[in-house]
């Protein structure tokens, strides 16, 4: 056999071979090509499974929004239905409680004042409930403005004295000087600081609680640092760990033995996270807590709504003469957004030069100054014939009510100055006691009937309407010197008639106040901020309040025929 | 069987002996495949048993001593082509214990309608390995081969004993495989 014939065969082999493998490669290709178009159909299956289970998905998603959506529509609605008649029930007992002065049985006081009391909690549980459902719901809007952090400061401290007193506590404010201006949502730092004061109040008996500040320079900006301290019950480890859960106190016979719905911490927290800082506790059984609050001095969150713009001086010019400047700071603020210029003197000596300069329409005068004080002040104005008229305002820790009586004050307060009773003070000095007439608009009898008794009081009178339409027949026929205007009622609405007297040229300058048990949005605050003087929920003002809004809407320009013509149409 | 052992063989074959052999034999051995084959193919396996026989013919060598050398010449191929399994290790044991639990695994994605044979590892003497080997194929031999060009590769110095456990088939053995050192 010769080589050649082996090689030939070899290569016939080799050949073979090769086509062979081309073949197998050829139906693996095709396996392969076979698989693939496999998978890419079970692919499109899945990616159809994909869909429908997306859109039973998405379904379930708007089935679950729609359900919170009809949660927070029940809660708005049952809030606006229970804020009625509890605004019945406390503004009753604040009336009878203020004449039960004059009644026969004194003793049926105490009484009152629990009504009054249970009225308010009652008031506070509701509000809390509702503020705890909006964050959960993410409702709960931020309003950025500009604060005064010594100021807000001065204001939480002259606000829970009576806190403190409950129990027997004493109470110490700790403030740095330079604590400066944050930019942050004010009602809900004072809501956090006021929360964690109630509560260290509540679990502490003859003890001490310090409420401390500071700002703090870091390298993301500068931080606001609160510390509320107590020295009361204190708390486990593991109470700690579940202080921020909402409904959950340390255990149930906390809620028995100190009330309370274990909702304040639970908000507290989520206050804190929502304007970019925090909330931290350190706490021993038997010792005491200590509470710390860190925000940052600019609040992170995108999106603010500007305060509505202040109105510089329409209610007239205030000086006020004090060496502390908290109250300074405090008047500023609470006379400034009802529309009255302050003017600050911090000593008696700058106090007179000023009140000659700036011939102010009242003075609030602290009697403890150094070198020159109240009395003396007091003294000179009054024997001065061109300063004498100004009425002069007291505003003092302790002194002789009747020596200041004498001296020519026109009236007393004692500090720490509640804004309410100032504003009070300063609209009946402006207001006087003529037969000015405001119309009432809501369609519960029981409010219009006290908001009519609270208001006739001052020696206003008082239309009523009970709907939207009737309210603008009133108007149609006279003109009031204010309107006190509900939001929820049947027919033509509050905002309804805001905008229609917002749009008609006669009645475009009536100031309106809104009293509402409605849940407001952040769009209708916008615009009732816009539209009206002045909004307040039902049961969460005070009447002083009330009435010094009004006073003060009364006393930036009516006048007495004005009143007369309103008393004859609303006849 | 798989197209690489008869590929492999034919080519240890020709390096081994002569290319002339192994003409001689695949046109001896009356192949149905005519002996053209190609690694990723699959044959009968009955066309090895005839090869090694006309192998042994030719060369007056026992057909189970062809192929234990066969099995020794394959283990060394093994490394040149998949040197991928030999990622990791270092012993000749390590090596065989992985046959089963991993290269059949392996081996079984690319070609799932391979049939291997299985090998049985039992550790639980140190230093011995006793390795079982079941198939339906009588290369009972070959695994042997392969076992000890495994212990060559590794360059260790073990002692291998067989015990046939299949009345001379060569379907089943046991290999007791004990370590005596490693050569320098």
Not at chain 1, 118 to 123: I, N, Y
Not at chain 2, 11 to 30: N, R, Y
Not at chain 2, 48 to 67: H, N
Not at chain 2, 139 to 151: D, K, N, Q
Request: charge should be negative; aromatic fraction near 6%.
């Amino acid at each position: 056999m010769s080589t050649i014939e082996q090689l030939e065969r070899r290569l016939e082999r080799e050949r073979r071979a090769r086509k062979a493998a081309e073949r197998i490669a050829e139906e693996k290709t095709r396996e392969i090509f076979d698989a693939n178009a496999r998978l890419q159909q079970l692919n499109n299956h899945l990616e159809e499974l994909v869909r429908q289970r997306t859109a039973e998905v998405a379904a379930a998603r708007d089935e679950a929004v729609r359900a919170s959506q009809a949660k927070s529509d029940f809660l708005a609605s049952m809030s606006h239905e229970l804020r009625t008649p509890l605004n019945a029930i406390i503004g009753y007992s604040e009336i009878l409680l203020e004449e039960s002065g004059d009644l026969v049985r004194p003793e049926l006081r105490p009484d009152l004042e629990k009504i009054r009391g249970a009225g308010k909690h009652l008031l506070g549980l509701i509000n809390d409930i509702l503020d705890l459902s909006k964050i959960e719901a993410g409702k709960m809007d931020l309003f950025l403005e500009e604060i005064d952090v010594a100021g807000l400061l001065a204001d939480v401290s002259a606000t829970v004295p009576p806190l403190m007193a409950k129990n027997g506590n004493l109470f110490e404010v700790r403030g740095n000087p330079d604590l400066g201006t944050a930019r942050s949502d004010q009602t809900k730092v004072r809501q956090i600081l006021l929360n964690l004061l109630s509560n260290a109040a509540k679990f502490t008996k003859q003890g001490r609680i310090i409420l401390s500040a500071k700002r703090l320079t870091g390298g993301r900006g500068d931080y606001l640092e609160f510390e509320v301290s107590d020295t009361g019950i204190g708390m486990t480890p593991e109470q700690m760990a579940k202080l921020y859960s909402a409904f959950s106190q340390a255990d149930a016979s906390t809620t028995r033995n100190y009330g309370g719905t274990g909702l304040g911490l639970a908000i507290t927290k989520h206050f804190c996270l929502m304007l970019g800082g925090d909330v931290k506790v350190q706490s021993e059984p038997g010792v005491g807590s200590t509470f710390v609050v860190t925000l940052p001095a600019v609040c992170p969150i995108a999106g603010e709504t500007p305060s509505p713009e202040r109105a510089e001086g329409t209610a007239g010019t205030v000086l006020v003469i004090d060496d502390e400047r908290t109250t300074h700071d405090l008047l500023e603020r609470e006379l400034g957004v009802r529309g009255y210029r302050v003017v600050h003197a911090g000593g008696g000596r700058e106090g007179l030069h000023l009140a000659r300069e700036v011939r102010p329409d009242a003075i609030t005068l602290d009697i403890i100054m150094p070198e020159f004080d109240g009395w003396a002040v007091l003294r000179e104005l009054k024997a001065d014939a061109e300063l004498r008229s100004i009425p002069v305002v007291l505003v003092t820790i302790l002194g002789d009510r009747e020596m200041g009586y004498a001296l020519g004050a026109a009236d007393y307060l004692t500090k720490p100055v509640d804004p309410d009773a100032l504003l009070g003070a300063l609209g009946r000095f402006h207001a006087g006691n003529g037969d000015v007439p405001v119309l009432v608009v809501d369609d519960d009898p029981m409010t219009r009937e006290m908001l009519r008794r609270i208001l006739s009081k001052r020696g206003w009178s008082v239309a009523e309407a009970a709907d939207g339409t009737a309210a603008l027949s009133i108007l149609g026929r006279t003109r009031p010197a204010a309107v006190v205007l509900d939001l929820m009622m049947p027919g033509m609405d509050g905002f309804e008639v805001l905008d229609t007297m917002r749009r008609e040229a006669k009645w475009r300058d009536i100031p309106v106040v809104v009293v509402t048990a409605k849940d407001l949005s952040a769009e209708e605050v916008t615009w009732l901020n816009q539209h009206a003087e002045r909004v307040f929920q039902k049961g969460a003002y005070t009447r002083s309040e009330l009435v010094g809004v009004i006073h003060d809407m009364i006393a930036r320009g009516t006048g007495t025929s004005v009143s007369r013509r309103f008393m004859e149409g609303a006849r | 069987m798989k197209g690489i052992v008869f590929t492999e063989f034919l080519e240890m074959v020709e390096s081994k002996f002569s290319p002339e052999l192994a003409d001689t034999i695949v046109e001896g051995a009356d192949l149905p495949s005519g002996g053209a084959y190609t690694s990723v193919g699959t044959y009968d396996h009955r066309e090895m048993i005839k090869l090694v026989s006309c192998l042994s013919q030719e060369t007056g060598i026992s057909p189970a001593d062809l192929m234990r050398t066969f099995g020794l010449y394959m283990f060394e191929r093994f490394y040149v082509l998949f040197p991928q399994y030999f990622d990791g290790i270092d012993t000749s044991f390590q090596f065989l214990e992985r046959i089963e639990n991993y290269i059949h695994v392996e081996v079984r994605k690319l070609y799932p309608e391979a049939e291997l044979p299985s090998f049985e590892c039992d550790t639980s003497q140190p230093g011995c390995l006793r390795l079982t080997y079941r198939s339906t194929r009588p290369f009972a031999p070959l695994a042997e081969g392969l076992i000890r060009g495994c212990i060559a590769h590794f360059r260790e110095d073990a002692e291998v004993e067989v015990e046939d456990r299949s009345n001379g088939q060569g379907t089943a053995a046991r290999f007791l495989i004990t370590q005596r050192g490693t050569l320098s």
